[in-house]
């Protein structure tokens, strides 16, 4: 391990996907037709503007997340508007939302996304090469 500047944490290079022993057995293999439809699924609740827009702010926000006041008010998005993106991304499992006395407190599920990203990239590492694991992501911690 080595500290990259731009990073607050160690990098830790046993971390890159695919060949180097992160994924799970399961995830290098070939995906099951309901894996890959809830993925899609995953994918298209994150397809419009607003709610990658969300996601970026909540990832920004993590591991403490935000009310959905301040999402709100950061992204100007109108209530009811903002109250239908964010069932879509909880209801896909990209969100998790917690009461807080009279506030519902939003945070990214950020074990999803890394299913997601593993999903990904099982192929394009794996098989046939086309990407080497170093050269999509290192990891802060």
């Excluded at 992160?22 to 397809?47: C, L």
């Excluded at 100007?76 to 519902?104: A, M, Y």
Aim: net charge neutral; glycine share 4%; aromatic share 8%.
């Amino acid at each position: 391990m080595w500290s990259d500047p731009a990073c607050k944490a160690p990098l830790d290079y046993s971390l890159y996907f695919c060949n180097y022993g992160n994924m799970p057995t399961a995830t290098r293999s070939n995906p099951s037709a309901r894996q890959v439809a809830k993925y899609a699924d995953m994918f298209s609740a994150m397809g419009t503007e607003p709610r990658l827009r969300i996601m970026q702010l909540l990832l920004s926000a993590h591991p403490d997340g935000l009310v959905v006041g301040e999402i709100q008010e950061d992204l100007d998005i109108p209530n009811s508007t903002l109250s239908h993106h964010l069932d879509k991304l909880k209801n896909e499992g990209l969100v998790q939302v917690r009461r807080e006395s009279t506030f519902l407190h939003y945070t990214a599920n950020t074990e999803a996304l890394q299913q997601l990203l593993r999903f990904l990239y099982a192929e394009c590492c794996t098989r046939n090469k086309a990407v080497k694991p170093e050269q999509i992501v290192q990891l802060c911690r």
